[in-house]
Protein backbone atom coordinates (compact mmCIF):
# COMPACT_ATOMS: atom_id res chain seq x y z
CA UNK A 1 0.00 0.00 0.00
CA UNK A 2 1.51 3.16 -0.80
CA UNK A 3 1.47 5.53 1.84
CA UNK A 4 1.94 9.35 2.77
CA UNK A 5 4.98 10.34 5.28
CA UNK A 6 3.79 13.10 7.32
CA UNK A 7 6.35 14.27 9.88
CA UNK A 8 5.02 15.06 13.73
CA UNK A 9 6.66 17.63 15.82
CA UNK A 10 5.36 20.93 18.06
CA UNK A 11 5.31 23.29 15.00
CA UNK A 12 2.13 24.89 13.97
CA UNK A 13 2.64 23.84 10.13
CA UNK A 14 2.95 20.51 10.29
CA UNK A 15 -1.31 20.56 11.24
CA UNK A 16 -2.01 21.24 8.01
CA UNK A 17 0.59 18.36 6.63
CA UNK A 18 -1.63 16.28 8.45
CA UNK A 19 -4.82 17.23 7.78
CA UNK A 20 -3.79 17.19 4.00
CA UNK A 21 -1.83 13.67 4.24
CA UNK A 22 -5.34 12.00 5.69
CA UNK A 23 -7.66 13.36 3.53
CA UNK A 24 -5.39 12.91 0.32
CA UNK A 25 -5.02 9.03 2.06
CA UNK A 26 -8.78 8.63 2.17
CA UNK A 27 -9.16 9.85 -1.33
CA UNK A 28 -6.92 7.94 -3.11
CA UNK A 29 -6.91 4.80 -1.20
CA UNK A 30 -3.51 5.30 0.39
CA UNK A 31 -1.80 5.36 4.13
CA UNK A 32 -0.40 7.22 6.63
CA UNK A 33 2.47 7.30 8.26
CA UNK A 34 3.52 9.69 10.74
CA UNK A 35 7.14 10.04 12.08
CA UNK A 36 8.07 11.80 15.05
CA UNK A 37 12.02 12.40 15.19
CA UNK A 38 13.40 12.75 18.66
CA UNK A 39 16.53 14.91 18.62
CA UNK A 40 19.51 13.93 20.68
CA UNK A 41 19.12 14.79 24.12
CA UNK A 42 21.22 16.62 25.69
CA UNK A 43 24.09 14.62 27.24
CA UNK A 44 23.90 13.86 30.36
CA UNK A 45 26.36 12.58 32.42
CA UNK A 46 23.65 10.17 34.49
CA UNK A 47 22.62 7.50 32.19
CA UNK A 48 19.05 7.13 34.08
CA UNK A 49 18.46 10.66 33.48
CA UNK A 50 18.88 10.80 29.80
CA UNK A 51 16.72 7.39 29.71
CA UNK A 52 14.23 9.42 31.12
CA UNK A 53 14.40 11.96 28.67
CA UNK A 54 13.76 9.95 25.94
CA UNK A 55 11.63 8.14 27.54
CA UNK A 56 9.67 11.08 28.42
CA UNK A 57 9.58 12.50 25.03
CA UNK A 58 8.33 9.17 23.72
CA UNK A 59 5.71 9.32 26.03
CA UNK A 60 5.00 12.96 24.82
CA UNK A 61 4.58 12.05 21.13
CA UNK A 62 2.45 9.36 21.74
CA UNK A 63 -0.45 11.45 23.50
CA UNK A 64 0.47 13.96 20.45
CA UNK A 65 0.15 11.08 17.87
CA UNK A 66 -3.35 9.80 19.31
CA UNK A 67 -5.16 13.18 18.70
CA UNK A 68 -4.09 13.07 15.00
CA UNK A 69 -4.95 9.25 15.34
CA UNK A 70 -8.34 9.81 16.87
CA UNK A 71 -9.40 12.16 14.26
CA UNK A 72 -8.01 10.17 11.21
CA UNK A 73 -9.78 7.29 12.08
CA UNK A 74 -13.11 9.02 13.19
CA UNK A 75 -12.99 11.20 9.64
CA UNK A 76 -11.05 9.64 7.59
CA UNK A 77 -11.49 6.19 7.70
CA UNK A 78 -7.42 6.51 8.05
CA UNK A 79 -5.41 4.23 10.64
CA UNK A 80 -2.10 5.88 10.65
CA UNK A 81 0.97 4.34 11.98
CA UNK A 82 3.24 5.85 14.26
CA UNK A 83 7.37 5.86 13.72
CA UNK A 84 9.78 7.28 16.06
CA UNK A 85 13.23 7.64 15.14
CA UNK A 86 16.15 9.10 17.25
CA UNK A 87 18.06 12.35 15.81
CA UNK A 88 18.74 14.69 13.27
CA UNK A 89 14.91 15.70 12.24
CA UNK A 90 15.91 15.85 8.25
CA UNK A 91 18.69 13.27 8.53
CA UNK A 92 16.08 10.88 10.23
CA UNK A 93 13.73 11.18 7.43
CA UNK A 94 15.37 10.56 4.67
CA UNK A 95 16.78 7.17 6.28
CA UNK A 96 13.19 6.53 6.95
CA UNK A 97 12.10 7.25 3.06
CA UNK A 98 14.77 4.98 2.27
CA UNK A 99 13.81 2.25 4.97
CA UNK A 100 10.20 1.73 4.25
CA UNK A 101 9.19 1.28 0.13
CA UNK A 102 5.94 1.82 1.06
CA UNK A 103 6.45 5.32 1.52
CA UNK A 104 5.12 6.88 -1.82
CA UNK A 105 4.94 10.79 -0.77
CA UNK A 106 6.64 12.92 2.04
CA UNK A 107 4.45 15.58 3.10
CA UNK A 108 5.41 18.56 4.98
CA UNK A 109 4.64 21.66 5.99
CA UNK A 110 4.99 25.22 5.47
CA UNK A 111 5.29 28.16 7.78
CA UNK A 112 3.36 31.23 6.22
CA UNK A 113 5.87 33.38 9.04
CA UNK A 114 8.03 36.00 7.24
CA UNK A 115 11.46 34.03 8.35
CA UNK A 116 10.82 31.03 5.74
CA UNK A 117 9.02 28.09 5.55
CA UNK A 118 10.71 26.12 8.36
CA UNK A 119 13.36 24.11 8.99
CA UNK A 120 12.84 21.04 7.59
CA UNK A 121 11.57 22.19 4.16
CA UNK A 122 14.70 24.29 3.72
CA UNK A 123 16.79 21.62 4.78
CA UNK A 124 14.93 19.07 2.68
CA UNK A 125 14.24 21.25 -0.35
CA UNK A 126 17.87 21.40 -0.58
CA UNK A 127 18.66 17.88 -1.40
CA UNK A 128 15.10 17.23 -3.07
CA UNK A 129 16.44 16.30 -6.22
CA UNK A 130 18.23 13.17 -4.64
CA UNK A 131 15.44 11.72 -2.21
CA UNK A 132 13.90 8.44 -3.80
CA UNK A 133 10.49 10.09 -3.11
CA UNK A 134 8.70 13.31 -4.42
CA UNK A 135 7.72 16.02 -1.51
CA UNK A 136 4.27 17.53 -1.30
CA UNK A 137 4.95 20.77 0.51
CA UNK A 138 1.37 22.08 2.17
CA UNK A 139 0.98 25.76 3.22
CA UNK A 140 0.10 26.22 6.37
CA UNK A 141 -2.23 29.01 5.91
CA UNK A 142 -4.60 26.89 3.88
CA UNK A 143 -8.32 26.54 5.42
CA UNK A 144 -9.52 23.64 6.06
CA UNK A 145 -12.08 23.87 3.05
CA UNK A 146 -9.48 25.28 0.52
CA UNK A 147 -7.78 21.83 1.52
CA UNK A 148 -11.29 19.82 1.43
CA UNK A 149 -11.77 21.43 -2.46
CA UNK A 150 -7.91 20.38 -3.45
CA UNK A 151 -7.72 16.97 -2.28
CA UNK B 1 55.65 32.29 26.41
CA UNK B 2 55.05 32.40 29.99
CA UNK B 3 53.12 35.39 31.60
CA UNK B 4 52.50 36.28 35.23
CA UNK B 5 48.93 36.53 36.55
CA UNK B 6 48.76 39.20 39.05
CA UNK B 7 45.84 37.76 40.98
CA UNK B 8 46.81 34.24 41.23
CA UNK B 9 50.82 35.13 41.82
CA UNK B 10 52.00 32.68 39.50
CA UNK B 11 53.51 32.95 36.35
CA UNK B 12 52.23 30.54 33.40
CA UNK B 13 52.96 29.29 29.94
CA UNK B 14 49.94 31.35 28.21
CA UNK B 15 49.70 28.19 26.14
CA UNK B 16 49.60 25.75 28.38
CA UNK B 17 46.33 27.90 29.90
CA UNK B 18 44.79 28.02 26.28
CA UNK B 19 45.64 24.19 26.10
CA UNK B 20 43.39 23.21 29.57
CA UNK B 21 40.55 25.73 28.25
CA UNK B 22 40.21 23.68 25.26
CA UNK B 23 40.50 20.16 26.37
CA UNK B 24 37.94 21.07 29.01
CA UNK B 25 35.71 22.43 26.29
CA UNK B 26 35.83 19.67 24.46
CA UNK B 27 34.92 17.61 27.03
CA UNK B 28 32.50 19.76 27.91
CA UNK B 29 31.03 20.19 24.58
CA UNK B 30 31.30 16.35 24.30
CA UNK B 31 29.31 15.52 27.59
CA UNK B 32 27.31 18.43 28.19
CA UNK B 33 28.84 18.90 31.74
CA UNK B 34 29.76 22.32 32.63
CA UNK B 35 33.40 21.73 32.94
CA UNK B 36 33.94 23.78 36.32
CA UNK B 37 34.40 20.28 38.34
CA UNK B 38 37.13 19.12 35.79
CA UNK B 39 38.72 22.84 35.37
CA UNK B 40 39.39 23.82 38.93
CA UNK B 41 41.24 20.55 39.95
CA UNK B 42 43.51 20.55 36.76
CA UNK B 43 44.36 24.27 37.61
CA UNK B 44 45.23 23.42 40.98
CA UNK B 45 47.64 20.98 39.18
CA UNK B 46 49.50 23.73 37.17
CA UNK B 47 49.74 25.50 40.68
CA UNK B 48 46.95 28.05 40.42
CA UNK B 49 46.02 28.99 44.87
CA UNK B 50 43.11 26.76 45.10
CA UNK B 51 41.24 30.23 46.27
CA UNK B 52 42.00 31.90 43.12
CA UNK B 53 41.16 28.75 40.73
CA UNK B 54 37.25 28.91 42.24
CA UNK B 55 36.77 32.14 41.77
CA UNK B 56 37.93 32.47 38.42
CA UNK B 57 36.42 29.19 37.75
CA UNK B 58 32.60 30.53 39.04
CA UNK B 59 33.48 33.56 36.89
CA UNK B 60 34.42 31.24 33.90
CA UNK B 61 30.70 29.21 34.13
CA UNK B 62 28.92 32.22 33.42
CA UNK B 63 30.12 33.09 29.99
CA UNK B 64 30.04 29.24 29.26
CA UNK B 65 26.19 28.59 30.21
CA UNK B 66 25.05 31.91 28.40
CA UNK B 67 24.34 29.98 25.17
CA UNK B 68 23.23 27.33 26.64
CA UNK B 69 20.46 29.32 28.18
CA UNK B 70 19.60 31.31 25.23
CA UNK B 71 19.11 28.08 22.85
CA UNK B 72 16.81 26.92 26.00
CA UNK B 73 14.78 30.11 26.08
CA UNK B 74 14.05 30.01 22.42
CA UNK B 75 12.75 26.26 22.89
CA UNK B 76 10.79 27.21 25.53
CA UNK B 77 12.31 24.94 27.71
CA UNK B 78 13.19 27.18 31.11
CA UNK B 79 10.73 26.82 34.06
CA UNK B 80 11.60 30.95 34.87
CA UNK B 81 9.35 30.43 37.94
CA UNK B 82 11.39 27.03 39.39
CA UNK B 83 14.75 28.74 38.29
CA UNK B 84 13.61 31.96 40.39
CA UNK B 85 12.58 29.86 43.54
CA UNK B 86 16.01 27.35 42.59
CA UNK B 87 18.09 30.87 42.08
CA UNK B 88 16.63 32.58 45.32
CA UNK B 89 17.83 29.25 47.53
CA UNK B 90 21.15 29.74 45.45
CA UNK B 91 21.76 33.17 46.32
CA UNK B 92 21.85 32.62 49.98
CA UNK B 93 23.51 29.47 49.91
CA UNK B 94 25.97 31.78 47.66
CA UNK B 95 26.22 34.08 50.20
CA UNK B 96 26.88 31.61 52.76
CA UNK B 97 29.21 29.46 51.05
CA UNK B 98 31.52 33.10 50.84
CA UNK B 99 31.20 33.41 54.29
CA UNK B 100 32.40 29.57 54.99
CA UNK B 101 34.96 30.15 52.47
CA UNK B 102 36.28 33.70 53.75
CA UNK B 103 36.34 32.58 57.45
CA UNK B 104 38.58 29.46 56.49
CA UNK B 105 40.92 31.99 54.43
CA UNK B 106 41.18 34.06 57.13
CA UNK B 107 42.27 31.22 59.41
CA UNK B 108 44.51 29.78 56.42
CA UNK B 109 42.31 26.90 55.78
CA UNK B 110 40.54 27.34 52.79
CA UNK B 111 42.68 25.76 50.24
CA UNK B 112 42.65 22.28 52.57
CA UNK B 113 38.26 22.73 52.40
CA UNK B 114 38.64 23.22 48.60
CA UNK B 115 40.36 20.06 47.85
CA UNK B 116 38.81 17.68 50.55
CA UNK B 117 35.71 18.97 49.33
CA UNK B 118 36.92 17.97 45.53
CA UNK B 119 38.12 15.10 46.62
CA UNK B 120 34.67 14.01 48.23
CA UNK B 121 32.60 15.13 45.46
CA UNK B 122 34.85 13.49 42.60
CA UNK B 123 35.06 10.42 44.26
CA UNK B 124 31.50 10.18 44.84
CA UNK B 125 30.16 11.21 41.32
CA UNK B 126 33.12 9.40 39.49
CA UNK B 127 31.94 6.22 40.80
CA UNK B 128 28.43 6.35 40.40
CA UNK B 129 29.34 7.28 36.83
CA UNK B 130 31.27 4.49 36.57
CA UNK B 131 29.04 2.29 37.77
CA UNK B 132 26.12 3.23 35.70
CA UNK B 133 28.12 3.24 32.75
CA UNK B 134 29.34 -0.36 33.48
CA UNK B 135 25.92 -1.16 33.83
CA UNK B 136 24.83 0.56 31.05
CA UNK B 137 27.22 -1.70 29.04
CA UNK B 138 26.74 -4.89 30.20
CA UNK B 139 23.08 -4.77 29.54
CA UNK B 140 22.31 -2.18 26.81
CA UNK B 141 18.13 -2.83 27.33
CA UNK B 142 16.69 -2.18 30.83
CA UNK B 143 13.55 -3.38 31.90
CA UNK B 144 10.28 -0.94 32.83
CA UNK B 145 11.47 2.22 34.59
CA UNK B 146 11.13 3.08 37.99
CA UNK B 147 7.65 4.77 38.59
CA UNK B 148 7.85 8.34 38.44
CA UNK B 149 5.73 11.42 39.79
CA UNK B 150 4.36 9.79 42.99
CA UNK B 151 3.37 11.80 45.92
CA UNK B 152 5.57 11.31 48.49
CA UNK B 153 6.94 13.71 51.41
CA UNK B 154 7.76 16.79 49.08
CA UNK B 155 4.27 17.10 48.43
CA UNK B 156 3.21 17.50 52.23
CA UNK B 157 4.83 20.41 52.72
CA UNK B 158 3.68 23.65 53.65
CA UNK B 159 4.05 26.78 51.08
CA UNK B 160 2.72 25.06 48.05
CA UNK B 161 3.07 27.23 44.63
CA UNK B 162 1.84 26.42 41.13
CA UNK B 163 4.81 25.65 38.75
CA UNK B 164 2.76 25.93 35.17
CA UNK B 165 5.88 25.07 32.89
CA UNK B 166 7.00 21.90 34.83
CA UNK B 167 2.78 21.32 35.64
CA UNK B 168 3.82 20.78 39.29
CA UNK B 169 2.26 22.25 42.64
CA UNK B 170 4.58 21.44 45.26
CA UNK B 171 5.85 23.53 48.29
CA UNK B 172 8.83 25.93 47.20
CA UNK B 173 11.05 24.90 50.49
CA UNK B 174 12.08 21.59 48.52
CA UNK B 175 13.35 23.69 45.83
CA UNK B 176 14.59 26.19 47.99
CA UNK B 177 17.09 23.53 49.65
CA UNK B 178 17.93 22.36 46.16
CA UNK B 179 18.94 26.06 45.50
CA UNK B 180 20.69 26.49 48.75
CA UNK B 181 23.12 23.47 48.78
CA UNK B 182 24.09 24.29 44.62
CA UNK B 183 24.51 27.86 45.79
CA UNK B 184 27.25 26.73 48.61
CA UNK B 185 28.96 24.02 46.08
CA UNK B 186 29.24 26.88 43.62
CA UNK B 187 30.89 29.41 46.15
CA UNK B 188 33.13 26.75 47.70
CA UNK B 189 34.29 24.42 44.97
CA UNK B 190 33.81 27.03 41.81
CA UNK B 191 31.32 24.58 40.08
CA UNK B 192 27.82 25.11 38.61
CA UNK B 193 26.47 21.89 39.83
CA UNK B 194 23.93 20.70 37.35
CA UNK B 195 25.50 17.54 37.85
CA UNK B 196 23.90 17.15 41.16
CA UNK B 197 21.16 19.85 40.36
CA UNK B 198 19.45 18.11 37.44
CA UNK B 199 19.28 14.43 39.41
CA UNK B 200 17.45 16.38 42.03
CA UNK B 201 14.96 18.17 39.76
CA UNK B 202 13.96 15.30 38.26
CA UNK B 203 14.07 12.60 40.85
CA UNK B 204 13.23 14.98 44.01
CA UNK B 205 11.35 17.65 42.64
CA UNK B 206 9.32 15.18 39.65
CA UNK B 207 10.29 17.87 37.17
CA UNK B 208 9.72 16.67 33.47
CA UNK B 209 13.13 16.25 31.71
CA UNK B 210 12.30 18.52 28.82
CA UNK B 211 12.53 21.59 30.75
CA UNK B 212 15.28 20.76 33.84
CA UNK B 213 18.63 21.04 31.97
CA UNK B 214 17.54 24.85 30.91
CA UNK B 215 16.00 25.58 34.31
CA UNK B 216 19.45 24.23 36.03
CA UNK B 217 21.61 26.67 33.35
CA UNK B 218 19.21 29.81 34.00
CA UNK B 219 19.99 29.25 37.96
CA UNK B 220 23.32 28.53 37.41
CA UNK B 221 24.14 31.54 35.43
CA UNK B 222 22.80 33.93 37.83
CA UNK B 223 24.09 31.62 40.99
CA UNK B 224 27.58 31.59 39.36
CA UNK B 225 27.69 35.28 38.85
CA UNK B 226 26.77 36.53 42.00
CA UNK B 227 29.58 34.12 43.57
CA UNK B 228 32.36 35.27 40.95
CA UNK B 229 31.20 39.19 42.23
CA UNK B 230 31.31 38.16 45.82
CA UNK B 231 34.20 36.39 45.80
CA UNK B 232 35.73 39.67 43.76
CA UNK B 233 34.74 41.98 46.37
CA UNK B 234 35.45 40.45 49.19
CA UNK B 235 38.70 38.06 48.87
CA UNK B 236 40.16 39.79 45.73
CA UNK B 237 40.40 36.65 44.02
CA UNK B 238 39.31 36.61 40.68
CA UNK B 239 41.78 36.43 37.87
CA UNK B 240 40.90 38.20 35.02
CA UNK B 241 43.62 37.40 32.81
CA UNK B 242 43.66 33.78 33.35
CA UNK B 243 39.87 33.72 33.13
CA UNK B 244 40.52 35.37 29.40
CA UNK B 245 42.89 32.92 28.47
CA UNK B 246 40.73 30.10 29.55
CA UNK B 247 37.53 31.11 28.38
CA UNK B 248 39.33 31.94 24.69
CA UNK B 249 40.61 28.23 24.77
CA UNK B 250 37.12 27.10 26.72
CA UNK B 251 34.57 28.57 23.36
CA UNK B 252 36.71 26.98 20.81
CA UNK B 253 37.25 23.62 22.38
CA UNK B 254 33.14 23.67 23.01
CA UNK B 255 32.54 23.83 19.54
CA UNK B 256 34.99 21.10 18.58
CA UNK B 257 33.47 19.12 21.58
CA UNK B 258 30.24 19.60 20.47
CA UNK B 259 30.40 18.27 17.28
CA UNK B 260 32.09 15.02 17.96
CA UNK B 261 29.46 14.83 20.59
CA UNK B 262 26.76 14.68 17.97
CA UNK B 263 28.87 11.94 15.66
CA UNK B 264 29.72 9.89 18.83
CA UNK B 265 26.63 8.26 20.86
CA UNK B 266 28.51 5.53 22.75
CA UNK B 267 28.10 4.67 25.99
CA UNK B 268 32.04 3.86 26.62
CA UNK B 269 32.69 7.29 25.85
CA UNK B 270 30.96 7.80 29.30
CA UNK B 271 33.31 5.66 30.92
CA UNK B 272 36.26 7.44 29.78
CA UNK B 273 34.40 10.93 31.39
CA UNK B 274 33.90 8.75 34.95
CA UNK B 275 37.97 7.07 34.58
CA UNK B 276 39.73 10.70 33.97
CA UNK B 277 37.53 12.10 36.88
CA UNK B 278 38.30 9.31 39.14
CA UNK B 279 41.91 10.09 37.98
CA UNK B 280 41.92 13.69 39.30
CA UNK B 281 40.50 12.99 42.63
CA UNK B 282 42.65 10.62 43.04
CA UNK B 283 45.85 12.79 42.27
CA UNK B 284 43.85 15.34 44.46
CA UNK B 285 43.72 13.01 47.30
CA UNK B 286 47.52 11.55 46.73
CA UNK B 287 48.54 15.11 46.83
CA UNK B 288 46.80 15.68 50.28
CA UNK B 289 48.09 12.56 51.79
CA UNK B 290 51.72 12.11 50.89
CA UNK B 291 53.84 14.15 52.73
CA UNK B 292 54.80 16.68 50.25
CA UNK B 293 58.04 17.64 48.81
CA UNK B 294 58.60 20.84 50.49
CA UNK B 295 57.16 20.59 53.78
CA UNK B 296 57.31 24.80 54.80
CA UNK B 297 56.07 26.81 52.29
CA UNK B 298 55.42 30.51 52.23
CA UNK B 299 51.67 31.69 52.21
CA UNK B 300 51.41 34.81 49.68
CA UNK B 301 49.30 37.21 50.79
CA UNK B 302 46.37 36.67 48.34
CA UNK B 303 46.93 33.03 48.54
CA UNK B 304 45.75 33.67 52.83
CA UNK B 305 48.32 34.39 55.17
CA UNK B 306 48.13 32.79 58.87
Known sequence: ?151 | MQIYLPIAEVSVNAFLLLGLGGIVGILSGMFGVGGGFLMTPLLFFIGIPPAVAVATEANQIVASSFSGVLAHFRRKTVDLRMGTVLLIGGLIGAAIGVVIFNYLKSQGQVDLLVKLCYVVFLGVIGAMMFVESLRAIRQTRRGALPARKKHGWVHRLPFKMRFRTSGLYISVIPPMIVGVFVGILAAIMGVGGGFIMVPAMIYLLGMPTKVVVGTSLFQIIFVTAFTTLLHATTNFTVDIALAVLLLVGGVVGAQFGAMLGTRLRAEQLRILLAIMVLAVCGKLALDLLLTPSELYSIASGAGGGH
Open chain 1, 1 to 151: MRKFLVVLDDSRECLNAMRFAAMRAAHTGGGVAILSVIAPEEFNHWIGVGDLMRQEARERIEAHFEVFAKWMRDKQGIDPELVIREGEAATEIIAHVQDDPEIGVLVLGAASNKKGPGPLVTQLTRNAGTLPVPITIVPGDLSKERLEAIT
